[in-house]
Structures are given as structure tokens and as C-alpha cells.
């Protein structure tokens, strides 16, 4: 009973994220260009939009360990790592360029980044993770 | 960003924070990156300490999630 009504309540948190997705169209990632280059601003709020969705990400994680979520979980998960786990050099040379204001590297970095979390975010949908949609 | 959608975030993510307690998950990292984009909706400019808070956060998500799985 109780790991049903944790699912649930996480079940919820994820499906919230869908709402959440609506107020966040200003963050969303968006394909980089000459016309829509990647400015410190935008860094910013790519950054705490992924900071989000690894929020709930990792509360899936949490529930995994916890055994309150559903029994692919952990597979579910290493497939996903899969792709975040590209991730963090990725984040560092976007960081940098857009700090020197290199626009083109940055453009290049920012759409390998986007690709990346766009097939995180594809593994977790095939999966039928709650709320990934919303990823 | 408006004033209407950072209303709508601040109501969402509360949403979020009530569902994740219920679950009995952490709100902090889901919190603070909610605060940073108000924050940045609100002043309409980043400072690199803003940006330096927001990485930090982020990068611990990231390296929370990127462990591995026993």
C-alpha cells in the first residue's frame, strides 16, 4: 500500500512536469542558429531547465532504489545514462564558449547537447516513464 | 519571461514540491532551479554569480543521476 501510494504521489510529481512544460516554453531547447545564437541569458535558463527535469529524473532514481518504482527502473535508468551521460563535457565546452562568446562553437555544442537530452528524453518516453513526455 | 508565466511556474512548481514531500523525495534541487529561473525571469539579466549557482546545481543533478545503478 504504501509503495503504491509513493508511485502514485511520484506518479503525479512527473505528470505535474507536463504543466510545467507549459510555463517553461521560454526555457525550452530550442535548436541554436545564427538568428537564435545561445547568450548567456539562454545558457542560464537551458541550465535550470535541465536542473528540473534531473530533479525529477533522479526522484525516479530515488524511487528505484527505494523499490517504489515499477520493475524495469534500473534498466530504464542505465539506458537513459546512456545518453546524460554525454552530458557533462558537453556542458563544459558549451560554458565555455559562450563565456568567450564563441558563437559558432557554441551553436555546434549547444545542438550536440540538445540531441543528447532529445534522446534521453525519446528512451524515457519509449519506456513509459511517468511524465517523461514532459521531459 | 511575463509576469503571467512566471506566476504559472511559481504555481506549478509548487505543485511539484508538494507531490515530490508526499513521496517522501528531496525538494531542494527541484526548488532551487525553479528559484533560479524566477529569478532570472525577474531581473531580466545574468550575473556570473547567478550563472555559477545554476551550474553548480546542475552538475550535481547530472552527477547524481550519471551514477551508477546497483
Known amino acids: 500500500m504504501r509503495k503504491m501510494i509513493t508511485a502514485l504521489a511520484l506518479a503525479t510529481a512527473l505528470a505535474g512536469c507536463a504543466q510545467l512544460q507549459e510555463a517553461l516554453q521560454a526555457g525550452k531547447l530550442l535548436t541554436a542558429s545564427v538568428s537564435n545564437p545561445v547568450t548567456r541569458e539562454r545558457l542560464k535558463t537551458t541550465e535550470d531547465t535541465l536542473a528540473v527535469a534531473f530533479g525529477l529524473l533522479n526522484a525516479y532514481k530515488s524511487a528505484c532504489i527505494k523499490g517504489a518504482a515499477d520493475v524495469n527502473c534500473k534498466s530504464n535508468i542505465r539506458a537513459i545514462q546512456v545518453y546524460t551521460r554525454k552530458l557533462p563535457p558537453l556542458l563544459a565546452r558549451l560554458r565555455s564558449f559562450v563565456n568567450n562568446n564563441d558563437q559558432v562553437n557554441a551553436i555546434m555544442v549547444f545542438n550536440e547537447l540538445k540531441s543528447a537530452y532529445d534522446n534521453a528524453k525519446n528512451v524515457a518516453t519509449t519506456a513509459a516513464i511517468p511524465g517523461a513526455g514532459a521531459l | ?70
Open chain 2, 1 to 70: 519571461m511575463d509576469a503571467v508565466a512566471v506566476f504559472a511556474l511559481i504555481e506549478k512548481g509548487l505543485t511539484i514540491v508538494t507531490a515530490l514531500i508526499a513521496a517522501g523525495q528531496s525538494v531542494e534541487p527541484a526548488m532551487q532551479a525553479l528559484m533560479n529561473l524566477v529569478t532570472g525571469a525577474k531581473q531580466g539579466t545574468v550575473t556570473p554569480e547567478q550563472l555559477a549557482q545554476t551550474e553548480e546545481l546542475l552538475d550535481q543533478q547530472v552527477t547524481d543521476f550519471n551514477s551508477d545503478i546497483q
